[in-house]
């Protein structure tokens, strides 16, 4: 069984800065990739950022692209997703992914796995 774990998240002002932290933990466990996805009240769940340990890769969705940067330990099974400039529409449950088998999906939810709980992101105007 493998446990993924968010944490970061809360309430900000727009302009203001966030960091999400997430972590895979599981017996003979590593990740492939891990991503971010977010779901807002009302939309569907949406591609934030994504990261390939192997490749050396990042992918961002186009509504974050120069914000938001994901970084992390694939020793660790760890991924952050820095949020800077937060706008009101970024306001979202995001969503921690891992990818164990290497799908190559990774803009995808198909692409993973296994999923976190969720951390609340609010930004007010």
């Known amino acids: 069984q493998v446990n993924v774990e968010e944490s970061g998240g809360g309430l900000v002002q727009t302009g203001d800065s966030l960091r999400l932290s997430c972590v895979a933990s599981?017996?003979?466990?590593?990740?492939?990739?891990m991503g971010w996805f977010r779901r807002a009240p009302g939309k569907e769940r949406e591609f934030v950022a994504a990261?390939?340990?192997?490749?050396?890769?990042?992918y961002y969705g186009d509504s974050v692209k120069g914000r938001f940067t994901t970084f992390g330990d694939s020793a660790n099974n760890t991924v952050y997703l820095q949020m800077n400039s937060l706008r009101p529409e970024d306001t979202a449950v995001y969503y921690c992914?891992?990818?164990?088998?290497?799908?190559?999906?990774?803009?995808?939810?198909?692409?993973?796995?296994?999923w976190g709980q969720g951390t609340q992101v609010t930004v007010s105007s």
């Open positions: 990261i390939a340990w192997r490749r050396g890769s990042t």
């Open positions: 992914a891992v990818d164990s088998a290497g799908s190559y999906y990774w803009t995808t939810p198909i692409g993973y796995d296994y």
């Open positions: 599981g017996p003979y466990f590593s990740s492939a990739a």
